[in-house]
C-alpha cells in the first residue's frame, strides 16, 4: 500500500514562529502536494512539486514555502505563523502519468497558530 | 470562477435510495477526474477515477464524465448509512496540478 506520513498529527505553535511541516512517501512518486483544508472552503492547493528541487505555486502560495530536497520528502515551511493560518494541513503524492494518476493522503496535520 | 464546483449541500437521501453527486469544471484542458470520500477528522480517500466520457462502474458506485458540458457525477445506488461524508471532485490538468471543489456533504438516513 501507498504510504503518505505526515511529521505531526496535531501542533501548536505562536505568531510569529517559523513552522515546519513534514510530509514523506514511500512509493518512488514524482509528484508532490500541500492542501489546506478550511470548512467551506475545501481543499486548497498551497503548492507542488513534480520533481526534486522543481515546485509550482498553487492557489494560496503567500506566507508559505516548500522544500524538496529528496524526492521521497516535501517540507512546508510557514515562515513567520499566523493565525490565519490555523487549519488542517494535507501533504498527498501521485505517480506521475501525464495527469493521468490520482493522489494518496496522508492523515493531516491540525496546525493551531496562537 | 472556480476552477471546480460542487453543491456544498448537505444532500439528505433515506437508506437505500440513489445519491447524485455532481460536479463542474472550468477548465477545458483537463484530462482526469476523481472522486474522494472523506469521513469527517479523516483524509481524503479515492473512491473513483474516469478519464473519458461516458459512465464507469465500480459496485454501487458509478462516475459519469461529459467533457463537452463540462461536469462530472457521481451516483451512489443502495445508499448506506456508512456512505454519509463529504465528497470530493478533483480535477487533474495535464502538467499534474490536481484541483478540488469544496466538497458535498451527503447525508444518508436509516
Known amino acids: 500500500d501507498v504510504k503518505v506520513t505526515q511529521s505531526s498529527r496535531y501542533l501548536v505553535k505562536r505568531t510569529g514562529e517559523k513552522v515546519f511541516l513534514e510530509c514523506v512517501q514511500d512509493m518512488d512518486h514524482e509528484n508532490m502536494f500541500w492542501y489546506r483544508q478550511d470548512p467551506g472552503l475545501g481543499l486548497r492547493l498551497i503548492y507542488f512539486?513534480?520533481?526534486?528541487?522543481?515546485?509550482e505555486k498553487g492557489d494560496i502560495p503567500e506566507g508559505y514555502s516548500v522544500s524538496r530536497e529528496k524526492k521521497e520528502r516535501f517540507s512546508l515551511i510557514l515562515e513567520s505563523a499566523s493565525t490565519n493560518q490555523t487549519s488542517m494541513y494535507l501533504c498527498?503524492?501521485?505517480?506521475?502519468?501525464?495527469?493521468?494518476?490520482?493522489?494518496?493522503f496522508g492523515q493531516g496535520t491540525r496546525l493551531t497558530v496562537v | 470562477q472556480k476552477e471546480v464546483e460542487q453543491n456544498s449541500g448537505p444532500l439528505s437521501v433515506p437508506e437505500g435510495a440513489i445519491a447524485s453527486l455532481n460536479c463542474t469544471y472550468s477548465d477545458r484542458g483537463s484530462q482526469s477526474f476523481f472522486w474522494y470520500r472523506q469521513y469527517s477528522g479523516k483524509s481524503p480517500e479515492l473512491i473513483m477515477s474516469i478519464y473519458s466520457n461516458g459512465d464507469k462502474e465500480d459496485g454501487r458506485f458509478t462516475a459519469q464524465l461529459n467533457k463537452a458540458s463540462q461536469y462530472v457525477s457521481l451516483l451512489i445506488r443502495d445508499s448506506q448509512p456508512s456512505d454519509s461524508a463529504t465528497y470530493l471532485c478533483a480535477v487533474n490538468r495535464y502538467g499534474n496540478k490536481l484541483v478540488f471543489g469544496a466538497g458535498t456533504i451527503l447525508r444518508v438516513k436509516s
Open positions: 512539486s513534480y520533481d526534486v528541487k522543481m515546485k
Open positions: 498527498a503524492s501521485s505517480p506521475s502519468f501525464r495527469g493521468l494518476a490520482e493522489a494518496f
